[in-house]
Nanobody, 120 residues
Framework: QVQLVESGGGLVQAGGSLRLSCAASGDTICISVMGWYRQAPGKERELVAS???????NYADSVKGRFTISRDNAKNTVSLQMSSLKPEDTAVYYCHADNYYCSHSGPPYWGQGTQVTVSS
């Protein structure tokens, strides 16, 4: 009952910056935590960053100090500001939202994914 729409992916050279955005609609009152995952070629999906409705954040060690996640609860949006990008950041990035307040063990929600490619 939640839809996630992503935008902002693209091609950038190493050292550059990109901002990813995700807008949630539907039963947004169900959402506790939103975040971003990524899937690189030959690797499993991994958590990049997450943020709770109260503003608590969590980052992968590989992106700390370079990426910043933010959230606007009133607008039901979450963004990921990516700076000092490296070729190893190349991946498909997926927006994620849980369904905690409506179904504690229910399925989470995923965006369609957006490609981020960092060239050297």
């Amino acid at each position: 009952q939640v839809q996630l729409v992503e935008s902002g992916g693209g091609l950038v050279q190493a050292g550059g910056s990109l901002r990813l955005s995700c807008a949630a609609s539907g039963d947004t009152i169900c959402i506790s935590v939103m975040g971003w995952y990524r899937q690189a070629p030959g690797k499993e999906r991994e958590l990049v960053a997450s943020i709770s409705s109260g503003g608590r954040t969590n980052y992968a060690d590989s992106v700390k100090g370079r990426f910043t996640i933010s959230r606007d609860n009133a607008k039901n949006t979450v963004s990921l500001q990516m700076s000092s990008l490296k070729p190893e950041d190349t991946a498909v990035y997926y927006c994620h939202a849980d369904n905690y307040y409506c179904s504690h063990s229910g399925p989470p929600y995923w965006g369609q994914g957006t490609q981020v490619t960092v060239s050297s």
